[in-house]
């Protein structure tokens, strides 16, 4: 083989070896393929599945969002070897003891021969031990009774993990999600905020971004387009078009709106080196993903800002 030759391979090899041990390039779009960022107390919740996203999302890879705690007491389980009844019906310390009394009295009578309310009921006959069997009964039942219907009337308070609208979880102390009313002027926005980032992005316009996303999204957004840099590569998007989307849900807590929309667009998007050379993707062939993007506000005002993207399930 030529010197010459030789040569060309082996820069070719240098070349490709950043794209070999970073093989998400291909997916070098703002967000990187990956699902990050915070939807509230519906970040571990997962979406519903729409239209546009009929499959829903991949939970969260990045997010800064801490994992809910479960509530002491709340679900835990039965001891070992304990069975569904033991689950479904918890034991009555105050009744275990009061029956055990009064069975336990009556028998330790009976076996001395001096019945559950002394001689003078006849305890030594067959007739009188039958009665007192009766009486315990009858005593037994009403108690019971008795104690189920004090805890029916002190028992209304609302359950633990309380479900908000499709799932979400309701934090404790937080406003339970109600539902947002989304506009047509807000659909806009979203489109427009779908091209803006992917516009700075391409641009590594950093500064940009800040007015668009949460600290947490920009925090991202920096160290991929930091990563990129490290290898010597440059995304660009261009050409972004919106295909179509549709609301996925909306909800307010804690004085913020949130909307999850899911977004379907194309583009062109390549990666370079820093001569400009195309390394990855066709500047001639459009590529299409659909998203799951979440924006938030403040409730009722404000700009909308993005505080996650989240990836559909490839089928």
Do not use: C
């Amino acid at each position: 083989m030529p010197r010459k030759s030789i040569v060309l391979a082996a820069s070719a090899a240098l070349t490709m070896l950043p794209l070999l041990a970073h093989p998400d390039v291909a997916d070098a779009r703002a967000g990187g393929g990956f699902s990050m960022g915070s939807r509230g107390s519906r970040t571990y919740s997962a979406p519903a599945p729409s239209q546009t996203a009929p499959f829903g999302a991949t939970p969260f890879q990045r997010t800064m969002t801490p994992r809910p705690q479960p509530t002491p007491g709340y679900g835990a389980r039965a001891p070992f070897g304990g069975g569904a009844m033991a689950m479904a019906q918890p034991r009555r310390p105050f009744m275990s003891g009061f029956m055990g009394g009064l069975i336990g009295a009556g028998l330790f009578g009976m076996m001395f021969g001096h019945g559950m309310f002394g001689s003078g009921m006849g305890g030594s006959g067959f007739l009188g031990l039958l009665i007192q069997l009766a009486l315990v009964f009858f005593i037994v039942r009403w108690a019971i009774r008795r104690f189920a219907g004090n805890r029916a009337n002190g028992g209304n308070a609302a359950p633990f993990g309380m479900q908000g609208p499709a799932g979400g979880s309701v934090p404790q102390g937080g406003q339970q999600p109600v539902g947002v009313a989304i506009t047509a002027a807000d659909y806009q926005a979203f489109q427009q905020a779908l091209i803006n980032i992917q516009t700075a992005w391409s641009q590594q316009n950093v500064v940009a971004m800040q007015h668009m996303a949460t600290p947490e999204m920009v925090s991202y957004f920096s160290s991929q387009l930091n990563d990129l840099a490290s290898r010597g590569a440059r995304n660009v998007v261009s050409d972004i078009r919106f295909e179509r989307g549709d609301l996925v849900e909306s909800w307010r807590e804690n004085g913020f709106d949130y909307a999850t929309v899911a977004m379907q667009y194309s583009m062109i998007d390549i990666t370079t080196d820093m001569t400009g050379r195309v390394i990855e993707g066709d500047p001639a062939n459009r590529t299409t993903v659909t998203e799951l993007w979440t924006f938030v506000r403040s409730a009722g005002t404000g700009t909308w800002l993005l505080s996650a993207i989240q990836q559909t399930p490839r089928r």
